[in-house]
């Protein structure tokens, strides 16, 4: 299989992005997202998205034209329109965004509105780690889970992630989908025709599959069943109802290549420690963790694998199939 450098991979990416109509920006924090993903280990998230967001910007699902803009701003809290475009470059501005407010109020809420798929949800906490804060990540996605006691999909599978940096080294990064599974591994499965283990989804009948096919047209069920399913309508809430944003039912299906634009919701919550009980107590009461949990054997702090991986992958680069190098190689043009 082809094993392409991290920025041989991230400059193919780009390229198919803007010959599918996005503008440079776009293409570039995208391709940055995707490539991120991949050298995780993160392949439903990673390049293998390029053809999916090709196509949503080519039948105009998502507007390759689109530059974010804020759209409501008071003290600590700040709305961003992604302008139905992908959902990077909002998402980095919002960031940005929650960054200079919490250092300025010691917490910011920024949330963005009428944008797309955002991906790892980690990749977007990395500048807020960076800047020694702690950061929260909440987005919803087309329907995909039922509601607690429910058949009929209504939720996404709304993916969330936490990092919080350490005074010496790597921030700890937590990073889930609240489904059983995040729902790319239902689409990986379905390409390579690979059963899904029980509890992983329901058919359209409402009934469990092993059929990762039945399992997309059907529902995928939430992790520790109905505590996240609650967790999920949280977040369902906490990135809608502030933001004006599209609710999870009401967006087409990311893994279809025609249908509405999704206008889902991102929300983007930093604090900073210094504004609370102070930064050395922070620090303090993290190592104190850190050093109780890493004195037994077998426990790795959350983000650990994950960042030894990227390293692997910074030195050694990322192999992908031929098939998806070639399909990547078209689409660049």
Not at 172 to 199: C, F, N, Q, T, Y
Not at 224 to 250: I, Y
Not at 287 to 316: D, S
């Amino acid at each position: 299989m082809p094993r392409l450098s991290v920025e041989q991979l991230r400059e193919l990416a780009r390229r198919a992005l803007v010959h599918a109509g996005a503008n440079a920006t776009m293409a570039s924090t995208t391709a940055d997202a995707l490539v991120y993903a991949d050298a995780r280990g993160l392949a439903s998230h990673g390049v293998t998205r390029v053809a999916q967001y090709a196509a949503h910007l080519l039948n105009g699902r998502a507007d390759g034209k689109a530059e974010p803009r804020m759209v409501a701003s008071r003290g600590g809290a700040a709305l961003i329109s992604a302008g139905s475009g992908l959902a990077y470059p909002a998402c980095a501005l919002a960031v940005s965004e929650a960054i200079a407010r919490a250092r300025e109020f010691g917490v910011a809420l920024v949330s963005v509105t009428d944008s797309h798929h955002y991906g790892v949800a980690a990749f977007h906490l990395v500048p807020v780690g960076g800047a020694g804060m702690v950061g929260l990540a909440l987005s919803n996605s087309p329907a995909a889970m039922p509601v607690a006691g429910g058949k009929r999909p209504l939720l996404g599978t709304n993916p969330i992630a936490a990092v919080f940096p350490r005074e010496h080294g790597f921030p700890l990064v937590i990073d889930m989908s609240l489904s059983e599974v995040a729902r790319g591994k239902l689409m990986m499965a379905a390409k390579d025709g690979s059963p899904i283990p029980h509890g992983w989804a329901l058919d359209a009948d409402g009934n469990p599959t092993t059929d990762a096919r039945a399992g997309l047209d059907g529902s995928m069920l939430a992790m520790g069943g109905t505590k996240g399913a609650m967790l999920a309508l949280m977040v369902e809430l906490l990135v809608t109802s502030l933001a004006g944003a599209a609710l999870g039912f009401e967006a087409s299906s990311f893994f279809v290549d025609e249908g509405n634009r999704p206008r889902i919701g991102q929300a983007f919550l930093v604090i900073d420690p210094g504004a609370l009980a102070g930064r050395s107590v922070y620090d303090e009461r993290i190592e104190t963790l850190v050093a109780a949990m890493t004195a037994e054997a077998g426990v790795r702090l959350p983000g650990e694998r994950r960042e030894a991986l990227a390293q692997k992958a910074i030195a050694e680069g990322i192999e992908i199939s031929k098939q998806l190098h070639e399909q990547l190689i078209a689409l660049a043009g």
